[in-house]
């Protein structure tokens, strides 16, 4: 996150943090153990019952509106969230609550213009949408792409999550240790992905999610028993403690500075509110209820257990830095992003105490939970992406057969999960939040004019949706490697280089207009004009769900 203060990690701090005892690394490395080992086992027993296409990327649409509201709020509660935002609020208040706020708002946005029609109209993938009433090989052409792309963004995010939660527990401060777990993190998702499919990966969400719920509200509980229960004296204990007074609790202490941090924040508002309902992993999910009514429940349950969570990050985030402190956290990790494992040890008896290392061992074991899960979500969508709609549909031309594509699929997997694996070795300085900020920029830039001028105008083309996709997403990515978060100081990608000639940390402020002007201009420019038949038949299929899969 840019503009955040930085301070090296050193090994004894790290240890400091973990309580040092090899007891207590014991305990955890037994907890992380257990969870793998049984959502592997959950995984193993789904892919039993993966016989073809519709189960690995539609989990047969057997899942009920409740079970998938708790698999998309464990697909959507990422590291970012549990991780980062915890981290963002600890380090500035206020401001670092923004993201809260964003990333809850946005799903009002997913349930008003996309959930239902989307349900309706496709089969496994955003660009079975597009490919409706658009000419078939080029759209899935950048649809495919432009859901490669966002998804790589997001598994950065949580590959920085997973490098910084468990160097932080197993006591590992080098940059060979990160690699390795960032390594590990990674060959566990794709053996998610591969092996169980949409099946194991929605029964592993919905159990990653009722564990993080749990975890949060227990440190919610113990945070606010420390302040008595009264969530003033907890607000003027971190504004104390974090040195920086009452600004702590008032706007501006990141975003104020100056005219560019305020437009950063707009951009990083309009990135977050618009992104959600462009993402490939929350899209795809609509896909695996056996109705659009279903898919509308399942939005709404989401909302209601996100909120909850949401809500609980205000005592994540400033109880951490009411009871540990900001120096202490960006001793641990210079963007916060353990912030939220130690406030659990913190309230779990302190630093060497049994308590605190068995609190911080759960509320790890949780994060990680919620990083495998996320992950295996998000490489999932693009390999699915890739193999119905590149392989499929645009390279074999619909002359595969279903088990060639599932091979493919699994391919896929394991290739993004590797790119993955090395991008995130070289992304460990960054907030995960920040991140997360990044894809969603990128999502509501290529991926959501496309679906909503698909859906919902008449005159749209397939030259204004290959402007819209290609336009966006070419601008948010260039925006992106051109900006203080890859270049120009310590905590960017490369804090060695200088080019960041454009001053916001988040694109979305130009790319997002951008790619809604393409997808208008593209289509008033168009030599072929649009299909009033098909756009009908689309509309009724999306408002009524005739015909749909």
């Known amino acids: 996150m840019t503009g955040a203060p930085t301070a090296a990690p050193t ?22 153990s257990v969870f ?36 998309i709020s464990g697909d959507y509660m990422s590291a970012a969230s549990f991780l980062g935002i915890a981290g963002a609020i600890a380090l500035f208040g206020y401001d670092g609550f923004l993201y809260s706020i964003g990333f809850l708002v946005a799903w009002l946005v997913a349930l008003l213009l996309v959930a239902e029609p989307l349900r309706n109209s496709g089969r496994f993938t955003m660009a079975d949408v597009l490919a409706h009433r658009l000419n078939q090989r080029p759209v899935r052409t950048a649809a495919g792409t432009s859901t490669i792309v966002v ?25 060979g240790s990160r690699r390795w777990i960032i390594a590990l993190v990674g060959l566990v998702m794709v053996l998610y992905v591969t092996i169980g499919g949409m099946k194991g990966t929605t029964w592993v969400q919905i159990v990653k999610a009722v564990l993080l719920i749990a975890g949060t509200l227990l440190i919610t509980i113990l945070v606010l028993n420390k302040f008595h229960w009264n969530l003033s004296e907890l607000l003027g204990a971190a ?15 990141q975003y104020g500075k100056d005219g560019t ?15 959600t309902a462009g993402l490939p992993h929350i899209l795809i999910r609509f896909y695996t209820v056996p109705t659009a009514k279903a898919a509308r429940k399942s939005v709404n349950w989401a909302i209601g257990i ?3 969570f949401y809500l609980m990050t205000i005592a994540l985030g400033f109880g951490a830095a009411a009871l540990v402190g900001s120096k ?37 074991a949780v ?41 493919t699929a699994k391919v896929a997997a394991v290739v993004i999960g590797g790119i993955s694996i090395a991008l995130g070795i070289f992304a460990h300085r960054l907030n995960a939040a920040a991140l997360v900020a990044l894809a969603f920029a990128v999502a509501a830039s290529a991926n959501l004019p496309t679906v909503l001028y698909s859906l919902f105008w008449k005159r749209f083309t397939t030259q204004g949706a290959l402007w819209s996709i290609y336009g966006g997403l070419i601008s948010s990515v260039t925006l992106v490697i051109f900006s203080p978060v890859v270049s120009g100081n310590e905590k960017a990608l490369f804090p060695g280089m200088s080019f960041d000639w454009f001053p916001l940390g988040n694109p979305g402020l130009v790319s997002i207009p951008l790619g809604f002007l393409l997808g208008w201009l593209g289509s008033l420019l168009s030599r072929e004009a649009a299909d009033p038949k098909k756009y009908a038949e689309l509309e009724v299929r999306s408002l009524t769900g005739y015909g749909a899969h």
């Open 11 to 32: 090994a004894a701090h790290v240890l400091a943090a973990t309580g040092g005892a090899g007891e207590h690394r014991t305990l955890i490395i037994t907890l992380f």
């Open 36 to 71: 793998v080992a049984v959502t592997l086992g959950i995984t193993v027993w789904a892919g039993r019952q993966t016989k073809g296409t519709d189960d690995f990327y539609a989990g047969g649409r057997s899942f009920t509106g409740f079970q998938n509201g708790l698999a």
């Open 151 to 175: 998804s790589i963004f997001y598994l950065l995010a949580q590959m920085v999550g997973a490098g910084a939660l468990v160097a932080l527990l197993l006591g590992a401060s080098g940059e």
């Open 239 to 253: 504004a104390d403690k974090s040195g920086k007074g009452k600004a702590f609790l008032e706007p501006g202490l």
């Open 261 to 275: 941090s305020k437009l950063n924040f707009v951009s990083l508002g309009i990135a977050l509110v618009l992104g």
């Open 306 to 308: 996100i909120g909850a």
């Open 328 to 364: 202490a956290i960006i001793a641990s990790n210079e963007s916060g992003n353990t912030a939220a494992p130690l406030l659990a040890e913190e309230v779990g008896g302190g630093a060497g105490s049994t308590g605190g290392a068995i609190l911080l061992a759960v509320i790890s």
């Open 367 to 407: 994060a990680f939970a919620t990083i495998l899960a996320v992950v295996a979500g998000l490489t999932l969508a693009s390999s699915a992406s890739f193999a119905h709609d590149l392989w499929a549909n645009v390279i074999r031309k619909g002359r595969t057969s279903e088990k060639e594509e599932l091979l």
